[in-house]
T-cell receptor, first 111, second 117 residues
Framework: RKEVEQDPGPFNVPEGATVAFNCTYS??????FFWYRQDCRKEPKLLMS???SGNEDGRFTAQLNRASQYISLLIRDSKLSDSATYLC????????????FGKGTHLIIQP | EAGVAQSPRYKIIEKRQSVAFWCNPI?????LYWYQQILGQGPKLLIQ????????DSQLPKDRFSAERLKGVDSTLKIQPAKLEDSAVYLC???????????????FGPGTRLTVT
């Protein structure tokens, strides 16, 4: 089983719809979780940190399910500008702080 | 606040040549990371520095890759000799995580796109 897994998509979603992605992780000791957005030929940009209680930022909601070892990202009222690749990243704790990334989920918002 | 700076942005070399990339992290960030991102994949950690010390280089192919952060600020990553499979984007990231901060949020630079022919 890969450390961090995501459905690569693409997810083709009409503008205004709600879309959700999941990301599973294999290391139960993982401590911190993040969603990054990456546009074509650009660097990943931090979208949200994912807290145990879940968190919301405008149209974006992130949830953590430790029991089932997955995190989710929900986008409401999707915009054309939301089209991008969404990368899930996991920090496993210990002295090394590098993130383990999934391959990303490609989202296409259609007009 | 200025972001992570990297140079060059693009580099094309032939296999067996050497290449070096430079990174300047966000001011005050103690921790610096180099990642390799192959097309269609997520970034993969190569090495992590905290200040000028190496914290994790377990995934760095040390027979051909080397990195340093001598003064605890900017860093260079070198590949010598390059192979075709090194074609990728090399991303530098920094984090305030260190002795006085405990956050693992990382901020990425624009990357260097390396093509090995």
């Amino acid at each position: 089983r890969k450390e961090v897994e995501q459905d690569p998509g693409p997810f083709n979603v009409p503008e205004g719809a709600t879309v959700a992605f999941n990301c599973t992780y294999s290391n139960s000791a993982s401590q911190s979780f993040f969603w990054y957005r990456q546009d074509c030929r650009k660097e990943p940009k931090l979208l949200m940190s994912v807290y145990s209680s879940g968190n919301e930022d405008g149209r974006f909601t992130a949830q953590l399910n430790r029991a089932s070892q997955y995190i989710s990202l929900l986008i409401r009222d999707s915009k054309l500008s939301d089209s991008a690749t969404y990368l899930c990243a996991v920090h496993s704790g210990g002295g090394a702080d590098g993130l383990t990334f999934g391959k990303g989920t490609h989202l296409i918002i259609q007009p | 606040e200025a972001g992570v700076a990297q140079s060059p942005r693009y580099k094309i070399i032939e296999k067996r040549q050497s290449v070096a990339f430079w990174c300047n992290p966000i001011s005050g960030h103690a921790t610096l990371y180099w990642y390799q991102q192959i097309l269609g994949q997520g970034p993969k950690l190569l090495i992590q520095f905290q200040n000028n010390g190496v914290v994790d280089d377990s995934q760095l192919p040390k027979d051909r890759f080397s990195a340093e952060r001598l003064k605890g600020v900017d860093s260079t990553l070198k590949i010598q000799p390059a192979k075709l499979e090194d074609s990728a984007v090399y991303l530098c990231a920094s984090s305030p995580n260190g002795e006085f901060a405990a956050t693992y949020e990382q901020y990425f630079g624009p990357g260097t796109r390396l093509t090995v022919t």
